[in-house]
């Protein structure tokens, strides 16, 4: 195709040079036209014809300029100007070529570059894509044993918690048997076992060595850990595991141990999922255990039912010990009822007392089953929120506010108008030592007092 187009180049500019010549024998005055024509054959020669050939297309237009200069035709200006003309088009378009190919290879080159950064960028996005989609599945995932655990929460006895518990883990895990490992003063007590029959329903199961797995998790210092029976099959045996698989999970009460919660026939990789819920299940039974301090201690005021200040004052260094070991926060509110001397002299001490109970009740109510409430002395209240934020406290404290003054207090014949002032205080923003956080929450009670009392007051 090339060839083709070359022998069309020497074509084009012999048949200008006839028409030229043929002009110059019949004449018409137009030969110098029909020569500066021959430019136009130099302007297209360099796309279609190596350098070499345009200089013999260059001497053939030579030679016939020449030859006119012999027969009078031009003269020896006309040759040299023509053949300047001549030179001058063929080198300014071959250098247009060149560089319209070179930019046209280093476009084409910039393009595939850019082209293959876009791809890279487009299959990184996709695999973020991908690994944000698994990501989320996993959190939703937890989130939502997360939530499933709650349903621990209303259990008070340890044999109800190992039931819950129990049913817990069979509709949320996949295993075949699951043991439990209770302690008492960091002695082992006794072990339950169930295992999940072919419906899904727990049945009593195989007891394992409990002694023996009591034993090893002493040894590796009370840590969660994994078996199989390929790497640690002489182990399992030693315990009397009867699967493929066993992982072990100690549970801590303010830094002892309460539990081992230990699992048969689980799929490994199901290790992190109940590792990440060892915590709450811990807390579960820290609540059961301090339930029973309750029975036992009588700690709870006869009159309100809630805490006495004394427990009040060892669960908040306990909270104070735990926020700062996990880095939480939560908010202490005092509560007293305004005017209550009044209320003491007006109606008598039998109402102030059935005013203090119902107070009570209406704080219940207002607060989640993990906030604690105690009497701190006469008509004053103290209520610990965990991992609860100021503003959140602000909220609970102006919903308790609220809900004690809508309704009045029926007591005996009377009915009394009851309101309360509340001051608000935050781990650690506010102070990070008990005392100091009781004194702030206090200073912010009397200061809504000094507002005009019932009335919301956040420590400052």
């Not at 319209?100 to 996709?126: D, I, P, W």
């Not at 205080?425 to 506010?430: G, I, L, Q, S």
């Amino acid at each position: 195709m090339r060839k083709i187009k070359r022998i069309g180049i020497y074509a084009a500019n012999l048949a200008l040079l006839a028409v030229s010549w043929a002009f110059y024998k019949f004449p018409h005055g137009d030969e110098y036209l029909v020569l500066f024509m021959v430019s136009l054959v130099f302007m297209v020669a360099p796309y279609v014809m190596a350098p070499r050939s345009m200089a013999w297309l260059l001497g053939m237009n030579g030679g016939f300029l020449v030859y006119y200069r012999v027969v009078g035709a031009l003269n020896t200006i006309d040759v040299a100007v023509f053949l300047a003309l001549f030179a001058a088009s063929g080198s300014v378009n071959y250098l247009v070529r060149n560089l319209g190919r070179t930019f046209s290879n280093y476009y084409r080159s910039r393009r595939q570059c850019m082209e293959k950064e876009y791809n890279e960028v487009v299959a990184g996005l996709e695999a973020i894509d991908r690994r944000g989609r698994m990501v989320e599945t996993e959190l939703n995932r937890i989130t939502r044993l997360y939530e499933v655990t709650k349903q621990l929460s209303p259990v008070l006895k340890l044999d109800e918690l190992m039931d819950a518990l129990f049913e817990f883990l069979e509709e949320n895990f996949i295993f075949e048997t699951a043991h439990l490992l209770t302690f008492a003063k960091e002695k082992f007590v006794k072990g339950v076992s169930k295992s999940v029959n072919e419906k899904g329903r727990a049945v009593a199961a195989h007891s394992i060595d409990y002694e023996s797995v009591v034993d090893h998790v002493r040894e590796r210092e009370y840590k969660s850990f994994f078996m199989g029976m390929d790497e640690d099959g002489e182990i399992m045996d030693s315990m009397n595991v009867g699967t493929d698989t066993f992982m072990v999970f100690p549970l801590f009460v303010a830094d002892r141990i309460s539990a081992i919660l230990a699992i048969e026939g689980a799929p490994r990789a199901s290790y992190g999922r109940f590792k990440l819920l060892m915590p709450q299940i811990a807390l579960e039974f820290r609540k059961v255990e301090l339930y029973e301090q309750v029975q036992e201690l009588s700690i709870a005021d006869g009159l309100t039912k809630v805490y006495l200040r004394r427990y009040l004052m060892t669960r908040l260094e306990e909270e104070v010990d735990r926020a700062r070991r996990l880095g939480l926060t939560f908010s202490v509110a005092m509560i007293d009822v305004d005017h209550f001397k009044n209320c003491n002299d007006r109606y008598g001490h039998l109402v102030g007392d059935a005013v203090l109970k119902k107070i009570a009740e209406r704080l219940k109510i207002s607060v989640r089953e993990v906030d604690m409430i105690a009497r701190y002395g006469g008509e004053e209240f103290c209520i610990v929120l965990p991992e609860t934020t100021k503003d959140l406290a602000l909220a609970v404290a102006e919903r308790i506010r609220s809900t004690v003054e809508k309704k009045e207090v029926r007591a005996f014949d009377e009915s009394v108008k009851v309101t309360v002032s509340v001051g608000v205080a935050t781990f650690p923003a506010d102070a990070d030592q008990v005392n100091a956080l009781i004194d702030r929450a206090d200073n912010a009670l009397y200061r809504a007092k000094r507002m005009g009392r019932n009335m919301v007051c956040a420590a400052s």
